[in-house]
């Protein structure tokens, strides 16, 4: 799949929920690789801030982002914006905004929903790079009883259960099984506050922008009218006359499960703070903004050790090349011939594999008492997998070559030993130029990246 920006920028306009200002907010196309990035075009010198979870600063009623090199510099109240980029498949975009915090609009995520369905969706010429759960995660607050697991899955699916002490809002479900249907099912679920929440809120300089259009105001707890009379006139909002418990809102539920829709939306919005989409299943009890950032953490901190995933490999599986259409292809023999089959490949990339075994010819030398599958050879058997691509390009390729012309960046991180499998992964930097291809790539042994390489080849006809 390809990675995807904007066609069109568009702009968004409303008061910030906590600041209670008015905000402006310009969402642009971005170049590939980009990621979400946050522009604050109010301040001396418009300071950007990577929407990343180690950027991650506050958490209170929200998902704070603040700039790597001043943490003053700070923006709020992304999640709804982020979820609606995230669930659109946009890889890449820049917001511009004039204000700590982005506008609340309605309290859901449908308004940038629909303005991302109005500029349209651009295709880009650079991969999207999925996070794929491969095994179980957990994270866990013991002080709340929050806790998020991430199970395998092909897609990104979720379950979401909600509990509170609440006469009004006490259990609640609610389930996303395709991504597609976010913002038919999920979109329009507006935030949600209760009354007996709002004065510490307040003291604590928040939601000075909340009003029975931006959040569901849940009134569950008796209180006498002057009381409520009081909150109203801080939240310049119009007195209400309250008879029985229950919702406040000018406009009624869209959903009965409004509430538990919209904690799967915040997750959603907090998720894409991994920077790429995910692929797994997440069952969510209880989960909010420090939970489901927590979770964002501990996979970017998974990504900053090894940015890229071993692909998968199910041996089962049939190959794209077997040993004999590698023969077909590539002019190596014994005892230079070192990809075995090839398992996946796309327009720009290949994966190939390679097992290792103690009767490999190199072993003999290399070494007899500690056999050790020499680092070159490991670069070789790359770039022949990444010959397969080249070639899988070309009519006719048995009747072309690959030379090497450059190697560049080659890192060992391990040692390859009989009884190994190598998984290759090799990648076009750049397209195919005037028979010359520059490529990266990845060899793996299990979930570790063993050795990597970026090199330049060039297709020749053979004589």
């Known amino acids: 799949m390809k990675q995807r920006t904007l066609k069109n920028e568009f702009t968004v306009s409303g008061k910030g929920l906590h600041t209670g200002v008015q905000i402006t907010a310009t969402f642009k196309p971005a170049e590939i690789n980009t990621g979400y990035k946050i522009r604050r075009v109010d301040l001396e010198g418009a300071p950007t801030i990577d929407a990343l979870a180690e950027n991650v600063t506050e958490t209170t009623r929200g998902t704070v982002v603040s700039c790597k090199s001043d943490k003053t510099v700070k923006v709020s109240t992304i999640e709804h914006a982020l979820a609606a980029l995230y669930t659109a498949g946009i890889d890449n975009c820049l917001i511009e905004v004039n204000a700590p915090e982005l506008p609340i609009l309605d309290g859901s995520a449908i308004i940038y929903c629909q303005k991302i369905e109005e500029a349209g969706l651009q295709e880009q010429e650079a991969e999207k790079e999925f996070y794929v759960v491969k095994k179980r995660i957990k994270v866990f607050d013991p002080e709340t009883g929050s806790s998020l697991i991430v199970l395998p899955d092909d897609e990104l699916s979720m379950d979401v259960m909600i509990e509170f002490n609440s006469p009004v809002l006490s259990n609640q479900f609610a389930s996303l099984e395709h991504v597609n249907d976010f913002k038919t099912e999920i979109a329009a679920s507006r935030t949600f506050v209760f009354v007996r929440e709002i004065l510490p809120l307040l003291q604590m300089n928040l939601i000075k922008g909340g009003d029975l259009d931006n959040a569901i105001v849940i009134h569950d707890t008796e209180m006498p009218k002057e009381d409520l009379d009081k909150l109203a006139d ?180 391990q040692k390859v030993v009989p009884g190994d499998t190598l998984v290759f992964h090799l990648s076009f930097i750049t397209p195919i130029r005037r028979g010359c291809a520059v490529m990266k790539g990845y060899a793996f042994v299990g979930e570790k990246i063993v050795s990597e390489a970026e090199f330049m080849a060039q297709v020749i006809k053979n004589k």
Do not use: C, W
């Open 234 to 413: 801080l939240m310049h909002v119009e007195r209400k006359q309250v008879n029985e418990l229950g919702y406040l809102n000018n406009k009624p539920l869209v959903y009965k499960n409004e509430p538990a829709r919209h904690k799967l939306l915040d997750l959603l919005g907090d998720l894409s703070l991994i920077g790429r989409p995910l692929k797994g299943r997440i069952v969510a009890t209880k989960p909010g903004h420090t939970i489901n950032t927590t979770l964002a953490k501990k996979i970017r901190q998974e990504l900053r050790y090894q940015n890229v995933q071993a692909p998968s490999y199910d041996p089962n599986k049939e190959p794209v090349f077997d040993i004999n259409d590698i023969r077909r292809m590539l002019p190596h023999r014994f005892p230079m011939q070192l990809v075995d089959k090839v398992i996946e490949m796309g327009k720009s990339h290949i994966v190939g594999v390679k097992n290792i075994t103690s009767n490999e010819p190199f072993f003999q030398g290399h070494f007899p008492q500690e056999p050790v599958m020499p680092v070159v050879l490991q670069v070789e058997a790359m770039a022949q997998v990444g010959g397969l691509l080249v070639l899988s390009k070309v009519e006719d390729p048995e009747r072309y070559s690959t030379y090497f012309m450059k190697i560049d960046n080659v890192k060992f991180r």
